[in-house]
């Protein structure tokens, strides 16, 4: 039996149809992307790289980002589905605090500066602050000083359960109850112990200090990191 006879397609005789000859075959091994083929009585094979079958197999694929998030700077597609980088202006938000389940949330009207939400339908955003709009890739990043965050960005959802609309994560974020319980460490040039501490110096304030940001990275860090 030869190479190309396994992958002869089984059709039954009475409907006259010739059989369908493999013409390319492509082996992934743990090392090496092979690949195979096949012309008359010749088989050509060659390593090509990963990439180039997806490009190959993508020229026939069309498909858009449809309609984006109010904000929108950039948009990637992942393992773990689309995500949209969207920037938030630098304004008073108002948030809730739950300290105790025996009492009621606390209150406050915090100035926040610029963000940007690291948003994946239906699920807890990554969340960053910057000093102004990202214009290039080497633009800073910044921790966000805010609860319920681990160190590298990513928001505790805790039981909360976030939109498949992505315009809406960023409302949901803020709607949703921040505890300090987790870690409140490290967001905070004068309080870098508890961030909450923070919070009550800005209540009610104007205008956030932007001088108080702990630094974190670059735009760039963000647009190629795994999430």
């Known amino acids: 039996m030869g190479d190309t006879d396994v992958f002869n397609w089984a059709v039954p005789d009475e409907l006259g149809v010739p059989s369908d000859k ?26 090509v790289s990963a990439m180039d079958v997806a490009h ?4 026939d694929l069309a498909f858009g980002t449809g309609l984006l998030p109010p904000g929108t700077i950039w948009w990637r597609n992942t393992r773990a589905g689309p995500v ?7 304004k008073i938000w108002r948030v809730a605090l739950q300290t105790s389940i025996n009492k009621a949330a606390r209150r406050f009207n915090l100035p926040l500066p610029g963000l940007i939400f690291l ?7 990554w969340v960053y602050a910057v000093k102004k709009k990202p214009t290039k890739d080497t633009d800073g990043v910044y921790h966000a000083p805010l609860c319920n965050l681990h160190p590298n960005g990513r928001s505790c959802a805790g039981d909360h359960r976030y939109p498949t609309r992505s315009a809406d994560i960023v409302h949901s974020f803020f709607t ?6 987790a870690n409140l460490s490290s967001r905070s040039v004068k309080y ?3 961030i909450v501490q923070l ?8 205008r956030f200090p932007t001088g108080d940001l702990v ?9 190629y990191m795994e999430m």
């Not at 949209?84 to 630098?90: N, T």
């Not at 948003?119 to 955003?125: F, H, V």
């Open 176 to 181: 949703s109850f921040f505890t300090a319980s």
């Open 119 to 125: 948003a994946t339908p239906g699920r807890e955003p």
């Open 215 to 223: 630094p974190l990275g670059t735009i760039k860090d963000l647009l």
């Open 192 to 194: 870098p112990r508890n």
């Open 199 to 206: 919070w009550e110096f800005l209540d009610n304030k104007k």
């Open 22 to 47: 493999l013409r390319a075959r492509v082996d992934f091994y743990h090392q090496a992307v092979v690949l195979n083929l096949y012309d008359e009585e010749i088989t050509t094979t060659r390593l």
């Open 56 to 59: 190959a197999l993508s020229n």
């Open 84 to 90: 949209y980088a969207i920037y938030v202006e630098p």
